[in-house]
DNA sequence: AAAGTGATCATG
DNA sequence: ATGATCACTTTG
């Protein structure tokens, strides 16, 4: 098993987005394992990002993302779609990639509906879970970048930084 | 094109 | 306590 450490989670946002790419994601239901590879993710950066939920700050749900890199962060979107994001770099500046494609399953809110991936998830430990992790095969993919999508109320920079990258 | 759905946060 | 907003998906 090649789990993915601690140190490989300690590193910007905007790194290891694409770093991401290719990892597989990791879920273990009930004794059953699934591990499906990361097709797409998007990265979120700090407060001065607009378009990221820490960007006012710290409050009961942004917390988790000033945390140390290495745990997940899952919230509830539009009442409907939990949405999986892992947390990184050091403790104290608000950073995480949205995972938003895995193989299979293309879209943020439909890969956690098939893992099951829901609230009960947010703060998951991926360097220690049972439940949710990723592993690295060595497997490096081609893959392009362009926009985020779903942030019209993000600043026109930030709406226009290069920060999605999906697998060819 | 538009609804569906509920947590979250700012306002009062 | 109330209301606006929202990192989406499905259906027509």
Known sequence: MNRI???FYQNSAVDLAPALLG???CRNIEGEIYKHRVTETECYFGESDTACHAHKGKTER???LYEEGGIAYIYLCYGI?????IVTGEKGFPQAVLIRG???YIGPGRLTKHLQIDRNLN???LVFSKKLWLEDDGFTPH???SKRVGIDYASEEDRNRPWRFIVD
């Open 23 to 25: 990892k597989l994601l």
């Open 81 to 85: 779609h939990s949405l999986l994001n």
């Open 62 to 64: 942004t917390k988790i």
């Open 143 to 145: 893959y392009k970048v």
């Open 5 to 7: 450490k601690k140190e």
């Open 102 to 104: 895995i193989e299979g």
């Open 123 to 125: 703060g998951e430990d």
